[in-house]
C-alpha cells in the first residue's frame, strides 16, 4: 500500500514548482526531522509555476515521520494539487461510530484539499491528503498551457502505470495462452507457489488502485487492472443454467457433503485460545504474538480447506499453501520468544507436523 502521511504529525510543507518539469518538495515533521524530494514532472494547473506553503494551525506534538520514510527522495510526479474536492464529516472524530451505531447521518461538508503524490525508488507511492492545513500561493513563474495541462496528467497516469507493473506485470495475452496451454493439466507444487504469488501480486496491484480511487470508479479500477474482457452473450449463467438442468435431470450427487478436519486445525485453534489477547495492550508483544498465531490458523484453514471437503484434494495446492504456514509459524515463534517462551515448543512441533504432511502429500503424488 502507498506510504500515506498523517497531516497531524506536519508542521508545515513547500511544494515549489517554479521550474518547469521539476517540483521541490519539503516536509517538516513535528519531531524535527525534515523530508525533501525532487522530482521529475508538473503539477496540475493550479499550482504549475508556482509554490504552495502549508502550515498547520495545531500539529500534533508527538507527531513524528514515517519510520520507513527516507528524508532524501527523488522520483516521478503523480498527482499534485490544491484543488481536490473532499467530504468532511461535521462533527468530532470521537462522534462518529456514535452516529453509525445509532443509523444517524453523518453530516458534512465539502472542502478543497492538498493532494500531493510522488513515485519514488526508496518508498513507492507516497501520498500527502490533506484539508487542516493553512495555505499561501504565490505568484506564477510561468504559466501552465492547456497542452502542458494534458501532458502534466497524463504523465502521471504513465507514472502510476508504471509504478503498478513494478507491483505485477499484467499481460492478458500472455496469461490467456498459458491457461489455454496448461488447462488440461493439473499443476505440481511448484506450479501452484508460481499462481499464488502471481495472486498475491495482482492483490497488491488490486489494492493500490483501489486506494488511489476507491471502490467506487468502477472504470478507473478496471482500466489499471486491465479487465477489458467482454462476456459474451451466452457465457453469463451459464454454469447456474447447467446446474439446474443437472438438477432436473437426477445428475447431482444428492449425498450430503461430509466435512473433515485435520488435527492440525484442532491444534492451532487451542494454541490461539491459549493466547490470552490483552485488550488494554494492543502495541504489547503478547498482542503481537496472538495476532501471529491467528494468522497462522487463517492460512492452515485455507490450505487445509480443500482436504475438509473435496473427496480428491489437490495435493499439489495443499503443499504450496502449507509452505506459505511455515513462514507465518516462523514469524510467531519469533513474537513468542520474546512475549511467551512457553508457546515457543508448540509452535516448533505445529512446524514439525506441517512439514511431515507435506512429506505424507508428496508421496502421495
Not at 37 to 48: I, Q
Not at 148 to 154: C, G, I, V, Y
Request: hydrophobic share 35%; net charge negative; charged share 30%.
Amino acid at each position: 500500500m502507498a506510504l500515506r502521511l498523517e497531516e497531524n504529525s506536519i508542521v508545515s510543507a513547500e511544494i515549489c514548482n517554479r521550474k518547469k518539469k521539476h517540483v521541490e518538495v519539503a516536509i517538516h515533521f513535528a519531531d524535527g526531522s525534515t523530508m525533501r524530494a525532487e522530482l521529475r514532472g508538473n503539477p496540475h494547473r493550479d499550482l504549475a509555476g508556482r509554490t504552495l506553503t502549508l502550515r498547520h494551525p495545531s500539529p500534533d506534538p508527538k507527531g513524528m515521520r514515517p519510520a520507513a520514510l527516507h528524508l532524501n527522495q527523488s522520483g516521478l510526479t503523480g498527482d499534485i494539487t490544491a484543488a481536490l474536492k473532499v467530504k468532511i464529516p461535521l462533527i468530532p472524530i470521537d462522534e462518529i461510530g456514535e452516529f453509525h451505531a445509532a443509523k444517524k447521518e453523518i453530516p458534512t461538508t465539502w472542502k478543497n484539499a492538498v493532494y500531493l503524490e510522488w513515485y519514488s525508488a526508496s518508498n513507492g507511492r507516497v501520498v500527502l491528503e490533506a484539508s487542516e492545513f493553512d495555505l499561501r500561493i504565490s505568484e506564477p513563474a510561468w504559466e501552465m498551457s492547456d497542452v502542458e495541462d494534458k501532458a502534466a496528467r497524463e504523465a502521471a497516469a504513465e507514472a502510476l502505470s508504471e509504478f503498478l507493473d513494478g507491483l505485477c506485470v499484467i499481460d492478458r495475452k500472455k496469461e490467456g495462452a498459458d491457461a489455454s496451454e496448461e488447462a488440461d493439466e493439473p499443476m505440481n507444487e511448484f506450479e501452484w507457489e508460481k499462481f499464488l504469488r502471481r495472486s498475491d501480486d495482482l492483490s497488491n496491484r488490486y489494492s493500490e488502485v483501489v486506494d488511489k480511487f476507491g471502490f467506487e470508479d468502477e472504470e478507473t479500477i478496471a482500466h489499471y487492472m486491465k479487465w477489458d474482457h467482454e462476456v459474451e452473450p451466452n457465457d453469463e449463467g451459464e454454469f447456474w443454467r447447467d446446474a439446474a438442468e443437472d438438477a432436473e435431470l437426477g445428475e447431482l450427487d444428492d449425498e450430503p457433503l461430509v466435512r473433515r478436519r485435520h488435527p492440525l486445525q484442532g491444534q492451532v485453534r487451542q494454541l490461539l485460545d491459549s493466547v490470552e489477547y490483552p485488550q488494554e495492550e494492543p502495541d504489547s508483544p503478547l498482542a503481537s504474538l496472538w495476532s501471529a498465531v491467528a494468522t497462522v490458523s487463517a492460512k492452515l484453514a485455507g490450505a487445509l480447506s480443500s482436504d475438509e471437503c473435496d473427496p480428491e484434494p489437490d495435493a499439489g495446492f495443499t503443499i504450496a499453501q502449507l509452505k506459505r504456514c511455515l513462514t507465518h509459524i516462523d514469524t510467531a515463534v519469533g513474537e513468542a520468544q520474546t512475549a511467551s517462551p512457553t508457546h515457543v515448543q508448540p509452535l516448533l512441533q505445529m512446524r514439525e507436523a506441517v512439514i511431515n504432511l507435506q512429506t505424507e502429500l508428496r508421496k502421495s503424488i
